[in-house]
């Protein structure tokens, strides 16, 4: 009985194939998702180069996290896992560089694998070549198309040593042979992605001299940034910021980095791209839906997706402890999503059930993601019979005409590009429309094993699963 993306096979060790969520009436009750992807990431950063013991807890037991894990291992850095994982104590290595540790990796490089994890090869790239040694970072055929250029021509100026990434494009593989920063000043470009100014930012307390990095042009997903140098806040790293003009964020033009890590008790938000399946889920059923543990104030940006399900026409409330959905009648609308990228496919699928074209901007960088995630994703919703105009920066998509119609023909069957998030979102089709397949469900296991299992549970239907053996329904 598949319950989880990790152990997606049936009785007899079938790998299951593809699933099918069940539709029905409103989906109605509260979830809890698990821990950030993106705070588990840092914390492991700063915990791991700390002085003194961490307890992470709330952490995200997933692909992404055990891959950082696993690399931190690699180094000498002890991560005991507490509660299944939920809880990590983490022994740090300390900022200064040790000889002990340099010796680890002074003749061949430590190999890394890093699988398909933006955060965790950009952290690394950037945290190791400040903590001195030899590596290879290396992941899956997709993170060998992923950009890390502007990173690494970034630190290359300003390093003692070595650093090149390896794929066409400059893409990952990265090779390392670093005795540490020189503490030159940096220039970074953020159109690609915010990882590189985050990961130079980590990195600073671990060079422990003070650093100077200059952002060269824009810089997307700029919550991810505030989120950095608030986590790096609660180990001790200090950051100064320099903007251009009045408008703080968006002319943002210079980072200060200074201070040591010291290890400390941090708590793990849930994942708030997490939550937006959820809240999507209330939206296109008109159901009702709370997220436990994310409020206004939290750190990660993507809290504000479910404002802009409320600009769509649901009802938004929050307290001191979650955020709720009402779904309402859905209004297409126009909107900037460039600070929340990672829900842009949650919100083109809600999109399909508005009474008019939705249109999302200011996400050219979702062409670098686990996979094209504005091309792959307009192929997939033209599946459905919708239309959808693919821009440079984003899309347009306009809502289904006649939903019912999509039982007559057969099953569609939803290509996923082993991409998480094509997945889950491409699950809440199936509140809604009978015959939609799902190829790929275990690809979820990059941040959310337990998607499939959480969803049956807040929908109380079971899902429909194919195996390479069978079709069934399993029990929830
Ligand atoms: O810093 C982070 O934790 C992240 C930043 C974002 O990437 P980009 O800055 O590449 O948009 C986001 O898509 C990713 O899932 C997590
Ligand atoms: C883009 C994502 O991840 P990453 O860049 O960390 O691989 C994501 O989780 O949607």
């Given at each position: ?19 099918s969520?069940v539709p ?360 459905l ?18 939903p019912a119609r999509l039982s007559v023909g057969g099953p569609v069957v939803m ?14 089709l199936g509140?809604?429309l009978p015959g939609i397949e ?26 429909v ?12």
């Amino acid at each position: 009985m598949p319950q989880s993306a990790s152990t997606l096979t049936d009785s007899d060790s079938s790998p299951v194939t593809r699933v099918s969520v069940v539709p029905g009436g409103p989906v109605e009750g509260k979830m809890r998702p698990p821990g950030s992807k993106s705070l588990t990431n840092r914390a492991l950063i700063c915990a791991a180069f700390a002085s003194g013991t961490s307890r992470l807890s709330g952490t995200l037991v997933s692909e992404d996290t055990e891959v950082m894990i696993e690399s931190l291992a690699k180094i000498g850095v002890s991560i005991k896992p507490v509660d299944g994982g939920r809880t990590l104590v983490v022994e740090g290595v300390g900022g200064v560089v040790s000889d002990d540790a340099r010796k680890i990796s002074s003749e061949t490089p430590v190999e890394m694998f890093i699988a398909n994890s933006g955060t965790t090869v950009r952290f690394l790239t950037a945290a190791l070549s400040a903590f001195g040694g030899k590596y290879r970072l290396s992941g899956i055929d997709r993170m060998h198309e992923r950009p890390i250029g502007d990173l690494v021509d970034a630190i290359a100026p300003a390093l003692d040593g070595s650093i090149a990434a390896t794929s066409e494009g400059k893409c990952p593989p990265v090779d390392i042979d670093s005795k540490g920063w020189t503490g030159q000043p940096m220039r970074v470009g953020g159109g690609v992605s915010s990882q590189y100014l985050s990961g130079l930012m980590m990195a600073g307390p671990i060079a422990s001299k003070p650093i100077r990095i200059e952002i060269v042009g824009e810089m997307v997903s700029i919550p991810y940034v505030r989120m950095t140098a608030r986590l790096m806040e609660s180990f001790g790293g200090v950051t100064g910021w320099e903007f251009d003009g009045d408008e703080p964020w968006s002319g943002l033009r210079c980072v200060n980095v200074e201070g040591s890590y010291q290890g400390c008790e941090f708590d793990v938000e849930p994942d708030a791209s997490a939550a937006s399946y959820f809240w999507a889920a209330a939206a296109i059923s008109g159901g009702r839906v709370r997220v436990e543990g994310l409020t206004e104030n939290a750190t990660q940006g993507d809290v504000r997706f479910a404002r802009v399900l409320e600009q769509m026409g649901c009802q938004y409330s929050s307290d001191e402890n979650g955020i709720t959905i009402q779904g309402g009648p859905l209004s297409g609308i126009d909107v900037e999503m460039g600070e929340i990228s990672d829900t842009v496919q949650t919100l083109a699928v809600v999109a399909l059930f508005a009474d008019g074209p939705t249109r999302v901007r200011g996400v050219a960088h979702n062409r670098f993601k686990e996979t094209d995630r504005i091309g792959n994703l307009a192929i997939e919703l033209r599946k459905l019979g919708a239309r959808v105009d693919e821009h440079d920066d984003g899309l347009t998509i306009h809502p289904l005409s006649d939903p019912a119609r999509l039982s007559v023909g057969g099953p569609v069957v939803m290509e996923t590009y082993n991409d998480h998030r094509m997945a889950m979102s491409f699950a809440l089709l199936g509140l809604r429309l009978p015959g939609i397949e799902i190829l790929n469900p275990a690809c979820t296991r990059k941040t959310y094993p337990d998607f499939w299992a959480d969803l049956q549970t807040l929908t109380g239907r079971s899902h429909v699963w194919t195996t390479t053996g069978a079709t069934g329904a399993v029990a929830p």
